[in-house]
């Protein structure tokens, strides 16, 4: 943020670029290559109506994706499922195309996930050299599609791997790694109406990580007692304001 947005005459995105450089420059090449995509037909509202009608084949679904993440749409795990059918084991050895699978987002220990790190070439430590935001980005929707995938399968073993994900994103920060998995847990549970297992588990998330001590619990105490007990003081004065103020004559009542 801030985004420049370039959309056709339907409201159909065709492009997006950083705003982050003001030069005239920057703008006409941004603008140029949004035209070039309009020509090329590279835009996601085409390609979508291809995926929805063509046979799918690797170019075609790597072109998708990629329009997807452009986008700003990064529930691709479907599709990344879909595409690593058409490689090869020696093909994730190539360090861009085992970025483009985690880019993606994969299903957390899912089959493009899995084949990406036993097939794949110093994938941590090419993942590593991404620039911090994208890799928050990248962990956040792996967490996110598994999540939401094992939520509307019912499926267990997909909220674990989710669960276990997100513990390790935190590398040595064991506490927060510990805390944020368990939140992830129980957001199954509470999704798919697991009452039995979230309330076993609740009790022993919020005895562990939402400590609240007594005096933290006493200081807004004090403040809202202090607030009612100058409220009384200040009514109490007003009363005997008005109780020592002379009486008018009956007179001038009338």
């Not at 420059?25 to 995509?37: E, F, G, N, P, S």
């Not at 990344?80 to 987002?105: M, N, Q, R, S, V």
């Not at 590398?171 to 944020?180: A, F, L, P, W």
Request: charged letters at 25%.
């Amino acid at each position: 943020m801030p985004t420049c947005v370039f959309i056709d005459h339907t409201g159909a995105l065709i492009f997006k670029g950083s705003v982050g450089n003001n030069t005239s420059d920057h703008y006409l090449d941004m603008a140029k290559q949004a035209l070039r995509r309009k020509a090329n037909g590279l835009t996601l509202a085409n390609y979508e109506t291809k995926f929805n009608n063509e046979k799918h084949n690797e170019k075609l679904l790597k072109e998708y994706i990629n329009l997807r993440i452009e986008s700003g749409q990064f529930n691709n795990a479907d599709l990344i499922d879909e595409y690593i059918d058409y490689k090869t084991i020696g093909d994730f050895k190539d360090p861009e195309e085992a970025l483009f699978i985690l880019k993606a987002a994969p299903y957390a220990f899912g089959k493009a996930y899995n084949l990406v790190y036993t097939y794949g070439i110093r994938v941590d430590s090419m993942f590593l050299q991404l620039p911090l935001s994208e890799r928050i980005t990248i962990n956040n929707s792996i967490i996110s599609n598994t999540l939401n995938e094992a939520i509307r399968t019912k499926n267990p073993n997909m909220a674990q791997n989710a669960m276990n994900y997100t513990r390790n994103t935190w590398g040595k920060n064991y506490e927060e790694g510990s805390k944020q998995s368990q939140l992830k847990i129980l957001t199954y549970y509470k999704a798919v109406k697991d009452s039995a297992n979230f309330y076993s588990l609740a009790p022993y998330l919020f005895d562990s990580y939402m400590r609240v001590s007594a005096d933290s619990i006493k200081v807004p105490e004090n403040i809202e007692r202090s607030r009612i007990e100058k409220m009384l003081k200040d009514q109490a004065t007003e009363r005997i304001k008005e109780k020592k103020l002379p009486k008018k004559p009956l007179e001038a009542l009338q």
